[in-house]
């Protein structure tokens, strides 16, 4: 089993893959999130309407992705950049999403 990981950029490619997997699957679950109508975002009295977290999630994770293919194509690891812009773009949509029966603890949710 030693012999398989020698080789660190074969290890580096497989995280990129992971990485990349996770962030168009986030992205399709947003997507379909946006098509069913769950995950609402708050309503802005400014503009009387709702702010669409589903899309604001589905794009910010739509750059990452974009992003880790061009470090891809230099032959860099992203998966520990993908991981906390992916962390980022959660704690921030969470603030936008409609969530009256999530309780909160100091303004923030479990999932933040």
Known sequence: MRFLWKDKKCISQAWNSIAAYFLVQHFFNRLACWLNGCCGGIYLEFCKNYFPSQL???VAVLITFFVLVRKIQKG?????????????????????????????IWGFTSVQ
């Open 56 to 58: 604001f999630e589905a």
């Open 76 to 104: 860099d690891c992203f998966y520990k950049q993908s991981c906390m812009s992916y962390a980022v773009v959660i704690f921030l949509s969470e603030f936008f999403m409609e969530q009256t029966s999530v309780e909160k």
